[in-house]
């Protein structure tokens, strides 16, 4: 665990994720373009992002066993070989077959990608750093949608189609090349990985890593506060803002920023936290979930349009949700043996995701049930509309957090079968109080003493 080696490997990781960040927001600002070259629908090419992200989720566990058995080396340059064929294949593709199948490549790629490169952090750096590093890992990724909106943009507008996806195409060879020439799996003289299992042992891992409560903890705290967040920036978001709270291009883009910004500037505070309290990671969890919650109540019980300063707080609100899904990936760490961390990671990492799915889903059920009624008067994306249709966030906050609690209590008690317990948050503070006080009294008692 050589500081420099370490952070080196770490480097050539995050470049690749925040190459494969860049690879699946590209197709967001390329959508008026997509819609002219395949002739195609608003539903047909919102078809293009759906599938990805099924794609990506669905993969999440079989990459994690991948992983486990292959090492973050194998699968982060397989991983950018597929997404690098997927925006060549969609450079040229001309219908929507073809594009939609270079979105699956992307999206195939981009699975492999994140779970890779966190199972390295905790192999290559010593445990107190590990939270705070998993956490700049995600921050750092965020930087690859910078590079989908400015240089990817300029270029799509400026170069055309067939130049900006080669571009990105060629971003994915070097990632490639930077991973098979730098990074390396673990460190010198660490223990090399287990001989290749078979499919009844590939079987047992899996089983043990979702029978470990501390993993199916780390799974409810990624579906609960994650995917709000996700709903927003992905796809409901724009429409929300521009449609039913009437804000002008320009601003619905700087609170877009404002989304990215905070999620860079929250992730290493978290990661601080979760290093000196790692016993308060679920109320964080709990806590980021009401705040999420009363954001979307603000702004959707008001009988006419947000202030801009709500809608401000409530883009806070839901960008505070994807630094903090990152806890879970922690719980995966703290509670499987470092062989089946992949797995773990794996299992965890698809929760926000199905979560996020299945609320783009139904708002958009919603939407048109209630403009086919007539209760939107004709405006599909009407306030009214939007009010009912994004509701349904309440309804996955609320089983998250059921599901959260039912699954720390487990948590527990098999702490506690192993001689840790953890006091009440009541009693905590009220402990810590009472040590403050103390401590402050022994000072004074020497002070006073010393000055006799």
Not at 185 to 190: E, K, M, Y
Not at 248 to 256: E, K, N, R
Not at 407 to 428: C, D, E, F, I, N
């Amino acid at each position: 665990m050589n500081a420099p080696r370490a952070w080196l490997i770490w480097t050539i990781g995050v470049l690749a994720y925040l190459v494969a960040v860049a690879q699946r927001t590209s197709f967001g600002v390329s959508g008026l373009e997509a819609t002219e070259r395949f002739h195609a629908s608003a539903a047909a090419i919102s078809f293009f992002t759906v599938l990805q992200l099924l794609v990506y989720a669905g993969l999440q566990i079989p990459v994690g066993l991948l992983v486990d058995r292959f090492g973050s080396r194998a699968m982060i340059a397989s991983g950018a070989v597929l997404m690098g064929l997927g925006q060549l294949q969609l450079a040229y593709a001309e219908t929507v077959p073809g594009g939609v199948l270079g979105r699956v490549l992307v999206g195939a790629g981009d699975a492999m990608t994140f779970v890779s490169v966190i199972r390295l952090v905790p192999i290559w750096f010593a445990p107190a750093r590990v939270p705070l590093v998993t956490q700049l890992t995600g921050m750092s990724g965020q930087l690859g949608q910078l590079i989908s909106v400015v240089p990817f943009a300029l270029v799509l507008h400026s170069a055309g189609w067939n130049t900006a996806f080669l571009a990105l195409s060629s971003l994915s060879a070097l990632a490639v090349v930077l991973v098979l020439a730098l990074l390396r799996d673990v460190p010198p003289g660490h223990p090399p990985r287990e001989n290749a299992q078979g499919l009844r042992a590939t079987g047992v891992t899996l089983a043990r890593a979702w029978r470990q409560p501390g993993t199916r903890l780390g799974l409810w705290c990624h579906f609960t506060v994650q995917f709000s967040g996700n709903v927003f920036a992905m796809s409901w978001g724009y429409p929300f803002l521009v449609s039913a709270q009437g804000l002008d291009a320009a601003t619905v883009s700087a609170l877009m920023g404002l989304f990215v910004v905070t999620s860079i500037l929250v992730g290493p505070l978290f990661g601080t936290f979760v290093a000196r309290h790692p016993m308060r990671r679920s109320a964080m969890v709990l806590l980021i979930t009401a705040a999420t919650a009363l954001a979307w109540a603000a702004v959707l019980l008001l009988p006419n349009r947000a202030p801009l300063w709500l809608l401000a707080l409530l883009v806070v609100a839901l960008a505070i949700g994807g630094p903090g899904s990152m806890i879970g990936f922690d719980f995966a760490r703290t509670f499987n043996p470092s062989h089946r961390i992949g797995t773990a990671t794996g299992i965890v990492n698809v929760g926000g995701f199905v979560a996020a799915l299945l609320t783009i889903y139904l708002v958009g059920l919603i939407l048109d049930i209630l403009h086919t009624s007539g209760f939107s008067g004709g405006e599909l994306y009407g306030l009214a509309s939007f009010r009912i249709a994004l509701s349904v966030q309440f309804l996955f906050l609320l089983v998250g957090t059921v599901l959260i609690v039912m699954t720390r209590r487990k948590v527990r008690r098999q702490m506690a079968a192993q001689g840790v317990h953890v006091p009440p948050l009541l009693v905590s503070l009220a402990n810590q109080r009472r040590r403050r006080v103390e401590l402050r009294r022994e000072r004074l008692a020497k002070q006073r003493s010393s000055a006799r």
